[in-house]
């Protein structure tokens, strides 16, 4: 990972030093204290360059969707009242590229599967994680042209971490307000007025090209704004789980690959 990763600046390859110590220990902390953890320049600028060109190719073989959904990725129950966020509808157009279609020897599978960015993973976040084992959503890329976003959205994993590729000309920011839920309270009320417009609680959280970023998108609301002019909007997706084994479910991957298999 020598040339891909900036392991200057984010030795992920000497487990053992202090350095290594140091960073596990901010990104644990700032997961602790925000839910967030943002390594700018975590890869190299050499590196993106071949990650865009790479991103570019590949988003020919991604599938366009074009969806409503919830902001809690489920279909309501029929006794959630009109005009809660439960059964507020939002649009989603954006084009996924699935693991199986991404090159045995393109950058971003080379991170996604290599063994030190697993292992930094799990020391940053304090506890174990696996790979997903689902030949689609383990890895994706997501690709956003002009009119594409997506909405509002709470995420059915604990964590995700994403890789900005490039960012779009205008639009395309990665908005959230950090907990806005806890496990044992939705603030609907909060969740509400988000929704109704009130972006007063909005934060945008810096997505440069070579950004690696640990999210915790659980309790955190979160969207991509409108993308707007010609440049798109390029991010890798890496999938983990606590448990060994776990794959999205038929129903998602259909969504979002436009198959199950
Ligand atoms: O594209 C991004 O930056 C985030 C994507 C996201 O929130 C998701 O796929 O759940
Ligand atoms: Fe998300």
């Known amino acids: 990972m020598g040339e891909v990763v900036d392991t200057a600046r984010y030795p992920i390859n000497r ?3 202090d350095e290594y110590s140091t960073l ?14 943002i390594l700018e320049g975590f890869v190299t600028p050499v590196a993106v360059t071949q990650l865009v060109a790479e991103a570019r190719a590949q988003a020919a073989e991604g599938h366009a ?4 959904g919830t902001p809690y990725l489920e279909l309501p129950g029929d006794h959630w009242p009109q005009g809660h966020p439960r059964t507020s509808w939002g649009h989603t157009r954006l084009t996924a590229v699935a693991y199986d279609r991404i090159d045995g020897d393109a950058v971003l599978r080379q991170l996604y599967e290599s063994d030190e960015l697993l292992r930094f993973l ?42 900005a590729i490039q960012s779009s000309t205008t639009g395309g920011e990665f908005e959230c307000i950090q907990r806005i839920r806890t ?13 109704r417009g009130d972006h007063s609680n909005v934060t945008t959280l810096p997505m440069r090209p070579g950004t690696l970023m640990l999210f915790e998108g659980r309790y955190s609301i979160h969207r991509v704004a409108p993308i707007r002019g010609e440049a798109p909007r390029y991010v890798g997706l890496f999938g983990y789980d606590r448990k060994p084994g776990t794959c999205s479910s038929a129903l998602l991957r259909e969504i979002r690959y436009g198959r199950s298999a």
């Not at 976040?125 to 030949?135: A, Q, V």
């Open 15 to 17: 487990p053992t030093s």
């Open 24 to 37: 596990a220990e901010r990104c644990h902390r700032e997961l602790a204290d925000t839910g967030v953890s």
């Open 65 to 68: 969707s074009d969806v409503e």
């Open 122 to 163: 799990n020391d940053a976040l304090g506890f174990e994680i696996f790979r997903y084992d689902d030949p689609l959503g383990g890895l994706n890329m997501a690709a956003m042209y002009d009119g594409d976003e997506l909405f509002w959205h709470f995420d059915q994993t604990d964590f995700v971490v994403s890789l």
């Open 183 to 195: 496990e044992s309270d939705e603030r609907y009320d909060d969740v509400e007025r988000l929704l």
